[in-house]
């Protein structure tokens, strides 16, 4: 196994992507995001979300840091975006404008896509961490335990919405909607850290 990966670096960024992604932290959110979804638009909206945050997070990983450059764009900035989008989703759970059908149905197609895929699970976070492994990596170990890393981190996210199901449940449509206000507070809370984070490195850079 050591020969293949770099069991210290695949534990270390296996660790360190698994606490920013959050795949338990998740749950709350997915559920307030599609509780008005069927069970099959769910399991479909889940399957989305991981493929479009494998596909972001990947793609960065091998050509972010040119195409930021290219755009003169800084990762704080970058950071910046991604809590604005957040901010505006988390308003929209709170104040109930997700809960309608006319809004699910508009949305449904997607909330997998923005902000399920990115900036929530793929955000900015998750990129700059990645990036910062790849850019350390020196040999095929080291990147192999990056991929591994990514790989079943992805797959616990998407275990962790799947699941998400069974709770539905569980909590039924009023449940649920308790849920989406409790998940548009954490949301909300996540979203002024990002800006609160991209501030300080505004600061700091000047």
Request: hydrophobic share 55%.
């Amino acid at each position: 196994m050591s020969g293949v990966v770099d069991v210290q670096l695949f534990i270390s960024a296996f660790v360190t992507l698994f606490v920013i992604m959050d795949p338990p932290g998740t749950v709350p959110i997915f559920l307030g995001l599609t509780g008005s979804m069927t069970r099959q638009q769910r399991t479909r909206a889940a399957r989305q979300a991981i493929l479009v945050a494998f596909g972001v997070i990947v793609g960065f990983a091998l050509v972010g840091q040119s195409l930021l450059d290219y755009l003169h764009v800084s990762l704080p900035a970058l950071q910046a975006a991604g809590g604005l989008l957040l901010l505006l989703v988390a308003m929209e759970l709170l104040t109930g404008k997700m809960d309608g059908s006319d809004t699910q149905v508009a949305t449904q197609g997607n909330v997998a896509l923005v902000p399920l895929g990115t900036p929530l699970l793929a955000g900015p976070g998750a990129i700059v961490a990645t990036m910062v492994l790849v850019q350390q990596a020196e040999d095929p170990p080291q990147w192999g335990a990056i991929a591994l890393a990514v790989v079943l981190v992805h797959l616990c996210l998407y275990l962790s919405m799947r699941f998400a199901n069974a709770i539905h449940r569980v909590l039924k449509d009023s449940g649920t909607m308790l849920v989406s206000r409790i998940a548009g507070l954490l949301l909300a809370a996540i979203a002024v850290q990002l800006l609160a984070d991209a501030v300080l490195a505004f600061a700091r850079e000047l």
